[in-house]
């Protein structure tokens, strides 16, 4: 897999006698074969498995298995959209039984011609469940409505089975919502559990289960918290958005309720194919309207309810306290710790906080050893008071002590609130809201901790001496507690100016979370990176500590967190950040099969077996992927400027996420120090890095190639001459190579490298075999 001799690689040749071809690169992809592909239809003897994807029509939606996350062994088989990058999804079968391996399972039409999701044993996992069909009678076909069918084979539009009649969490134009009066079936959204996890959650909406024309968002199918009000013949009276669509003649949206003999709905439908639109209950308890917008490659927010995100019952899970200003924060109360940090950090607060502290519950002690030994109450005043209050009566409601004292007696009481009469709450608390700067005020709320939570207990003596001596140092120490409190307000400010989902850590943080950098993972031109475990939960990090970069702090967090909100599959995730003085530290989602180069290159990496060549392929398909988006999908373009095996990295699944995107966008365009650092690598530089000609997006795609040659071979290249001035015009783009991986277009004959243009003469074999080294 060497390069031509002349210090060329082939795709970089060029010939004024086929300049009609395709470069050579868009051939060297052609060997790692695109999975095979099915065309629309599902049918007896033609079912679906492994990479094989069901493409509609025009196009627009495509049917497959998938991993909503990567880390994990779950796939299931679902829907998404096929011409927009993200490939968003919007239904899933199997959502209650997620498949170990799509390889050896299958989607297919069973022997009594319903729709069937097998797993590696043969086991149904999934079914139509139709009564009735005759057998070998039916195929299930995707339409470029979205919409899955299971149809007569010999007439597709008598329809016995449709997704939009079983939505999961997305409403896409056309389907219906509603209940059926005859059989009592509704049709319900319901939430994912969250962002990688499509098994049905807490949130739901459907029409009132009571019969009145409305629509009601639930927790749990029982507790309301919003409704739609009922329909007035043009909009529903709680969603005043949709009279201004139906008043506008040229809206894009049609809409209506239907209240019929057999059936009650709500449908909308968008004219013509102007935009993307769907609807969908989020996993924080919003339902949203979202319309695609190419421009910025992203989906937006175009309607959503309850507009008060606090509005949301338990958006904060149980003990989590939220505080409405603006956009609603999370956050959880004294004495307690996020439960599922890597769910937080992605927006999904449902799972709440745990305590820190186990209870002591020292309800059976005396009333004089209640006070040193027994749990204790942390007071918040203005809460709106959380839900499952319930009212004491007796004694317990005289006054707060005894109110307090009827807690403490009871195991299970984790707060109390006395307001005139006394209420307490059992188990978690749900739906706490500060009110703090609301204007309205609020209520008194106790929380119950361990003793332990709070600092010192010892005797009224004590705590004169402690007063007295606190006194005595106070001159001495005013200067630095005043000093400490400016530089912690400043710091505060800074974090409220992070933006998205990262979180700043200071750099004793990351200390312990890499137990002080212990465990060194690799490093490379930017710095070197570390092993770590968040403490809550365990879950692994990767921690990078840059090198050189000289940005000021405001410029280096504005920096960081436009690169925090560039999210792709096959790019690394950026969880957080660190700055202090000269320090800047990255925290990064952990990869547990390292980077690409210890899989390619030698038996010395511990690592056992052979990649597949489906496996390779699939790298080569995600990186080029993970670089279009870089390059023609960000606001900004990025630059890579470093694309090499040891900066792609490899989840479970052997999925690739390309590494350090960001670090040049952080390192800034001073590329003289880089280029420095990079010649080790030089074997990937693109010739332009030594001709000094400015660099472009080709730049990524030239050591793209590079890799692509030891991804095959399984071998590191030779060394690569620099020494040629051809033009780089002569590569595709990454968008290019993405089309002909996934088998979209056609791949010609590369143009004839002018190094073997001599072997056009028969007469010429022998003297360029005889000019070759021997052995």
Not at 429 to 453: F, H, K, Q, V
Not at 482 to 503: D, F, N, Q, Y
Not at 571 to 579: A, E
Not at 699 to 715: C, K, N, P, T
Request: proline share 4%.
């Amino acid at each position: 897999m060497a390069a031509a001799r002349g210090g060329r690689p082939w795709w970089w040749s060029s010939s004024s006698s086929s300049s009609s071809c395709a470069p050579l690169l868009l051939v060297l992809l052609s060997c790692l074969a695109p999975p095979s592909r099915a065309a629309d239809t599902v049918a007896v003897g033609r079912p679906l498995s492994g990479g094989q994807v069901l493409v509609s029509k025009a196009g627009k939606f495509a049917l497959g298995f998938f991993q909503p996350d990567n880390s994990s062994q779950q796939w299931y088989v679902g829907i998404w959209y096929n011409k927009i990058p993200d490939h968003t999804k919007v239904w899933v079968a199997n959502r209650r039984a997620p498949l170990s391996d799509p390889d050896t399972s299958q989607l297919s039409i069973a022997s009594d011609g319903n729709m069937v999701l097998l797993d590696r044993a043969r086991s149904p996992v999934w079914s139509t469940n139709v009564t009735g069909i005759a057998a070998n009678s039916t195929v299930a076909v995707i339409l470029d409505t979205g919409n899955l069918v299971l149809a007569d084979a010999s007439n597709t539009s008598a329809v016995l089975w449709q997704s939009f009649d079983h939505f999961g969490d997305t409403w896409l134009p056309g389907g219906k919502l509603g209940r059926n009066k005859r059989t009592g079936e509704v049709t319900r959204l319901v939430a994912w559990r969250s962002y990688t996890d499509p098994a049905p959650g807490m949130f739901s909406l459907e029409l009132d289960p009571g019969g009145a024309s409305q629509y009601v968002m639930s927790w749990n199918g029982s507790r309301q918290y919003w409704s739609s009000g009922n329909w007035t013949g043009d909009m529903f009276s709680s969603v005043p958005e949709m009279m201004a669509s139906s008043a506008d003649p040229l809206s894009l949206y049609t809409f209506n309720y239907v209240d019929a003999e057999n059936e009650s709905y709500f449908f909308y439908d968008v004219k013509g194919e102007v935009v993307l639109t769907r609807f969908v209950v989020d996993v924080t308890g919003q339902i949203k309207f979202m319309t695609w917008v190419d421009s910025a490659a992203q989906w937006v927010l175009f309607w959503s309810e309850p507009k008060a995100q606090g509005d949301v019952h338990s958006l904060c899970g149980p003990f989590g306290v939220c505080a409405d200003s603006g956009q609603p924060a999370c956050s959880c109360l004294r004495g307690f710790h996020v439960r599922r940090p890597q769910q937080w950090l992605q927006g999904d607060h449902t799972a709440g906080c745990a305590r820190s502290t186990a209870l002591q519950c020292g309800g059976g002690a005396q009333p004089a050893e209640r006070k040193t030994k027994s749990d204790r109450f942390f007071t918040m005043p203005d809460v709106n008071l959380p839900a499952g209050g319930v009212s004491a009566a007796g004694a317990a409601a005289s006054s707060a002590h005894d109110c307090e004292l009827a807690c403490l007696a009871n195991c299970s009481c984790s707060a109390y609130s006395y307001n005139g009469s006394c209420s307490l709450w059992h188990g978690d608390l749900i739906s706490l809201r500060d009110m703090t700067g609301a204007g309205n005020g609020g209520y008194r709320i106790s929380i119950r901790l361990a003793a332990s939570e709070f600092s010192g207990s010892g005797s009224t003596k004590k705590l004169i001496i402690g007063v007295v001596v606190a006194g005595v140092v106070a001159a001495v120490t005013l200067a630095v507690v005043v000093t400490v409190l400016v530089r912690r307000r400043r710091r505060t400010k800074a974090l409220r100016r992070v933006e998205g989902s990262l979180m700043a850590f200071t750099y004793r943080d990351l200390q312990l979370v890499t137990k002080n950098f212990s465990e060194k993972l690799g490093g490379g031109a930017f710095g070197s990176v570390f092993k770590g475990s968040l403490p809550a939960d365990g879950t692994p990090v990767a921690v990078k500590k840059l090198e050189g970069v000289r940005q000021g702090e405001k410029q280096f967090r504005a920096e960081v967190s436009t690169i925090g909100t560039i999210q792709h599959v096959n790019l690394i995730r950026l969880l957080g950040f660190c700055t202090e003085g000269t320090r800047r530290l990255l925290m990064y989602e952990h990869m547990p099969n390292g980077s690409l180069d210890r899989h390619l290159f030698g038996s010395s990496s511990g690592h056992g077996g052979v990649l597949s060549w489906e496996t390779r392929y699939q790298i080569a398909l995600g990186v080029a992927r993970g670089l279009d988006y870089l390059h023609e999908k960000c606001r900004d373009c990025i630059i890579h400027c470093d694309i090499k095996p040891e900066n792609i990295l490899l989840n479970d699944a052997f999925a690739a996420k390309v590494a350090d995107f960001g670090l040049a966008k952080l390192m800034g365009r001073d590329f003289s120090r880089v280029l420095t650092t990079m010649r080790g690598t030089v074997g990937y530089l693109a010739p332009e890095w030594i001709s000094g000609t400015a660099i472009t997006t080709k730049a990524d795609v030239f050591s793209y190639g590079m890799m692509l040659f030891e991804v095959i071979s399984g071998r590191r290249n030779v060394g690569q001459g620099q020494d040629s001035a051809d033009a780089e015009g002569a590569r595709p783009t990454m968008g290019m190579v993405v089309q002909a991986l996934e088998g979209l277009v056609d791949v010609n004959a590369p143009p004839i490298p002018r190094s073997f243009n001599v072997l056009g003469d028969a007469s010429n074999y022998v003297k360029f075999f005889s000019a070759l080294p021997s052995g």
